[in-house]
């Protein structure tokens, strides 16, 4: 690297790694650091202290430099990598899809709630870019039949890459969410719809405003597409489970109670705001 000398053993690597990620301006510097000379070593990160003296190889410091040049450009971490952890998978990402995060692994949860001992259960993933949701939900209910759909080519290249890698079995199907839903009844439809407003798009940190696809981010009126493109299509007593945006739970929850959804609820995130809104087709 640039600003640090061949054969510089771990400790000196990581701290300059993590100055040059502060400077940039990345919220967990040390922590990239960490992550990314674990993934060029080889090294599990939380071996790394026990490897303070090792030095990295000519073809491992170059493959290193390469990739913190990336994170300095504000790249997402999972981007850089080229694969991110989802609940119990590990999914390949690039520019084509959405970072899977956090607060979609609620989704998940409650999905899986909703259809707990429910045989065969038919479930629907709306906008599934990697596939996270419904490779996760085909992992953890191994007789689930899962449906993906998206209106990105590029987004379904990537969840077909990854049901390859999980050999997991899910159907993907392109399609137009803003013309309904594929035809039911479906016992699930889970979704984590574009829900960023397009003058929102401004305050979003580098790694999400200027990286991550507009398409999957900026969608007025998904949300509600969803919602009552899901009412058509649900069996009754099938439910509805939506990632939200923050702040506007209380809205979709209005929403859901005026198209005949029953036993509406909401479900916090790890910070404690309300993310995750679901309900029940009525009969």
Request: one cysteine or more; glycine letters at 10%.
């Amino acid at each position: 690297m640039t600003d640090l000398a061949s054969g510089s053993p771990l400790r000196s690597v990581l701290g300059t790694i993590a100055g040059r990620l502060a400077a940039a301006g990345c919220d967990t510097p040390r922590v990239d650091a960490e992550i990314l000379v674990a993934h060029v070593s080889g090294i599990p990160r939380s071996e790394l202290a026990l490897e303070q003296l090792r030095t990295l190889t000519r073809q491992e410091e170059k493959a290193l430099r390469r990739l913190v040049t990336r994170r300095e450009a504000r790249e997402p971490l999972a981007y850089v990598l080229g694969e991110w952890g989802f609940r119990r998978l590990v999914l390949g990402v690039d520019r084509r899809v959405l970072v899977p995060r956090p607060e979609t692994e609620i989704v998940v949860e409650r999905s899986l709630a909703r259809i707990a001992g429910l045989s065969e259960p038919r479930v629907l993933d709306v906008g599934t870019g990697s596939g996270a949701i419904a490779l996760a939900i085909a992992d953890e209910h191994a007789d689930a039949e899962v449906t993906a759909i998206d209106a990105s080519a590029g987004a379904l290249e990537v969840a077909g890459a990854n049901a390859l890698r999980t050999g997991l079995r899910i159907e993907l199907r392109q399609w137009d969410l803003f013309t309904g839903l594929p035809e039911g009844p479906w016992d699930l439809v889970a979704s984590n719809p574009p829900y960023v407003l397009p003058d929102e798009l401004e305050t979003l940190e580098p790694e999400v405003r200027d990286w991550e696809p507009r398409e999957a981010l900026v969608g007025a009126g998904a949300t509600e597409a969803v919602a009552r493109g899901a009412a058509d299509v649900l069996r009754p007593g099938g439910a509805l489970v939506l990632e939200v945006a923050a702040g506007s739970a209380r809205r979709v929850t209005t929403l859901l109670r005026e198209l005949g959804y029953a036993e509406v609820s909401t479900t916090r995130d790890l910070a404690g705001r309300d993310r995750v809104v679901e309900g029940e087709c009525g009969t």
